[in-house]
């Protein structure tokens, strides 16, 4: 019996990493980052390696998405703003005034490039700024400065050969990446419903967090769809998108529906069943991720297998469902996600030319005839009406980078420039992510600055060092976005090797190198906490009146079309999607305020319950989008009293969160009201029932959002609470 070809089992590793961002950023940074490098110790080239190095690697791992044309641009400016940084830090090196208001006019610049882009500026910021401290701690002559510049130059454009040369070998269709993103997401979604540790907290947070992921990742992809041009191609990735989004939706429901059953002992036999199940819908919609950005058809081969094997389990799993009435709801889920399967298949075959050919094809490349995106100025944020809080954060990092400009400048350290490096990179705009930020950056400067300062000891071979720079790269890259502190244990790694392996290791070296990013990881603390600080307190009670708000208009939606007989429309997607965004929005608030000092979080635990309980409503109502049926209305007075007890009780809520607890005895009526029998009329029909189990369970939770409101109105009352308007 032959052996299959190794290409069989490289196959579907090669498809899993071409949707894996993570593997080929640190790819392109190690390709960015190296040849120079490598030049420069071969005797190739003579300008400064590190410059040269630090701009390609920073350029060449930017995730930049958007026209091919916009890329470009954007990653040239890129190389423009290293040019200019090298060029001032080394023109001012030499003068300590100059040195200290340079400083802060870069961290100035800094504050302008998060404004003109909440996507590409932050990272250029903080690239900018290391290329600009490290030619302000160069001891060049002003004959060099040219040379400085040029050298960051060289790399900027290296960076961009890089990210150029890859695209062909990438399939970076900018629409059909963002498509494929929303796939993914749902993939995501199903892993973690899978019923493995029912009681683990973890879990419940993973679902919690992939649902937020989910809906923020097709806001994205229907911004980013909504502003290319109408054509074909827009038509048929909305309508995969859209296939995605319902599938989400009903895999949401599907979850909130086995809260109740699954933890039951009765269930139990149904889990076997359950589990390949997920297990097949997440790798379907890779698949289809897959599908969409490579066009192969191959793939949508694979994809239509894919989609034959689901529809039996689901079929199995849908019959065992039927075999007890209790679980006859669930078997409707099951069987909108069966029907949402031949969507999926007409949606993304649409997406591939050639859906006839069966044989292996070459990768279809970039195909910008079909394409017109926005071009680079609405990408930008030209407007100058600057954030309040991004002024301030601007502000104080220029006040506090200055600092530690004049200190390491004053004290003469060699490498005092990670001082005020530190700072920018520690500095958040609120307290809570600095103060995290703060020490994921100690405790990975310190690890590489051992692990470096160890192998510049041994005096390995050139060759060694050189593989040693290259791991530090490729790790700093993809953990960039995975793990903090691990990548910055490898960006300190390659950058004590590249810019100490030059000259005589010792240990006043290291030592100086740990107290800089101690002391740059204080100041930043000092700076969040005393420096025109902004507290999370202060932005949540908007935050929370939203949130509120948003399911009020959910809800109001939902009661309207049932009585009135409509279906789930474009008007009631929208409602879905801020309702959930406003949830992720103050989800959001909720863990920059657990960041915040002691003093800041009183009333956490009760407006955290406030939140939680608002979601778990936002699902309920998820489920009873799935009985809305255009022309079958549900004209039952229970129904129109409900949607008016429930508007009240959310606007009470939204009235608490932003001028502070009601009065005592405003809440008991509604309590009563909602805990009494809304709906003892016997449903006439399957669907009345489930309709009215829905909306009962709607009742408890804002039951239960109005006991927790009323526990905690002392708290509330209290001048320091979290919710007290903050006017």
Not at 578 to 593: K, Q, W
Request: with cysteine.
């Amino acid at each position: 019996m032959s052996r299959p070809p190794l290409w069989a089992f490289a196959r579907p590793l090669v498809d899993h990493a071409t949707l894996q961002p993570d593997l080929w950023r640190a790819v392109r940074a190690t390709i960015g980052f190296m040849p120079p490098l490598v030049l420069a110790a071969l005797g190739q080239i003579s300008l400064d390696l590190s410059l040269v190095s630090i701009a390609a690697q920073h350029v060449a791992m930017l995730d930049v998405r958007g026209d091919y044309r916009l890329r470009v641009a954007l990653l040239l400016a890129m190389a423009a703003v290293f040019c200019a940084a090298a060029a001032i830090g080394a023109t001012v090196g030499h003068n300590l005034t100059s040195a200290v208001l340079a400083t802060g006019l870069m961290a100035v610049l800094g504050g302008v490039w998060r404004h003109l882009s909440s996507d590409y500026g932050p990272p250029l910021a903080i690239s900018s700024s290391l290329v600009f401290f490290l030619a302000l701690a160069t001891p060049a002559a002003p004959s060099h400065v040219g040379t400085l510049a040029f050298a960051a130059l060289a790399g900027g454009v290296w960076g961009v050969v890089v990210q150029v040369t890859g695209w062909p070998f990438r399939p970076q269709h900018p629409l059909r990446r963002t498509v494929a993103d929303s796939w993914l997401a749902v993939a995501d979604l199903c892993e973690a419903l899978l019923p493995v540790d029912l009681a683990s907290t973890a879990r419940r947070d993973q679902l919690i967090a992939h649902e937020a992921a989910l809906r923020s990742t097709l806001d994205h992809t229907y911004a980013t769809l909504e502003a290319a041009r109408p054509g074909p191609l827009r038509d048929r990735l909305e309508a995969v998108n859209l296939a995605s989004a319902r599938l989400g939706t009903r895999v949401v429901a599907l979850n909130t529906a086995l809260e109740a059953p699954l933890p039951a002992a009765s269930f139990g036999p149904l889990v076997t069943t359950l589990e390949p199940a997920l297990t097949s819908l997440a790798n379907l919609a890779r698949s289809a991720a897959l599908t969409v950005v490579s066009r192969q058809p191959s793939h949508l081969a694979a994809l239509e297998v894919r989609l034959r094997r689901l529809a039996s389990l689901l079929g199995v799993l849908r019959a065992k469902l039927a075999y007890d009435s209790a679980h006859a709801q669930l078997a409707a889920i099951v069987r909108l996600i069966e029907a949402t399967l031949v969507e999926t298949h007409a949606a993304v075959r649409a997406t591939v030319e050639r859906a006839e050919e069966r044989s292996a094809v070459p990768l279809e490349l970039r195909d910008l005839r079909t394409l017109a995106l926005r071009p680079l100025a609405s990408a930008l944020n030209l407007t100058l009406d600057f954030d309040s809080t991004l002024l301030r954060f601007t502000l104080r990092l220029a006040a506090f980078t200055m600092m530690g400009t004049a200190v390491f400048k004053v004290l003469g350290l060699p490498h005092g420039y990670w001082l005020p490096f530190t700072i920018v990179v520690v500095l958040q705009p609120d307290y809570g992510s600095t103060r995290q930020r703060a020490g994921e950056r100690v405790l990975g400067t310190l690890g590489g600055s051992l692990v470096a300062s160890a192998l510049l000891f041994l005096e390995l071979p050139v060759a060694a060092l050189l593989s040693a720079t290259a791991a530090g790269v490729f790790g700093f890259a993809y953990f960039l976005k995975r793990h903090y502190a691990v990548a910055i244990f490898f960006v300190t790694v390659f950058i004590v090797l590249i810019t100490e392996a030059r000259e005589p290791v010792t240990l006043a070296f290291a030592v100086e190198r740990l107290a800089s990013t101690l002391a740059g990881g204080a100041l930043a603390l000092l700076a969040a906490f005393l420096f025109w600080p902004v507290w999370e307190r202060d932005r949540l009670p908007p935050i929370l009146a939203r949130m509120f708000h948003a399911n009020r208009d959910y809800l109001q939606l939902l009661i309207a079309r049932l009585t009135a007989g409509a279906g789930f429309d474009a008007e009631g997607r929208l409602a879905k999607r801020r309702a959930e965004a406003a949830n992720s929005a103050a989800f959001s608030s909720l863990r920059r305020l657990s960041g915040d000092p002691k003093n800041r979080r009183e009333g956490l635990e009760d407006t955290a319950t406030l939140v939680n309980g608002n979601q778990r409503l936002t699902r309920v109502l998820n489920l009873v989008t799935l009985h809305l049926k255009t022309g079958e209305p549900l004209a039952d007075e229970a129904i129109a009293r409900f949607g008016q007890l429930a508007t009240d009780a959310l606007t009470r809520l939204a009235q608490a969160a932003e001028h502070g607890p009601p009065a005592p005895g405003e809440i008991e009526p509604l309590l009563r009201a909602l805990e009494g029998e809304l709906f003892s009329r016997e449903p006439g029909s399957e669907r009345e029932r489930w309709v009215a189990d829905q909306l009962g369970r709607a009742a408890t939770e804002l039951s239960a959002l109005l006991l927790a409101l009323q526990n905690a109105a002392p708290a509330w009352s209290d001048e320091s609470t979290v919710l007290q308007d903050a006017t």
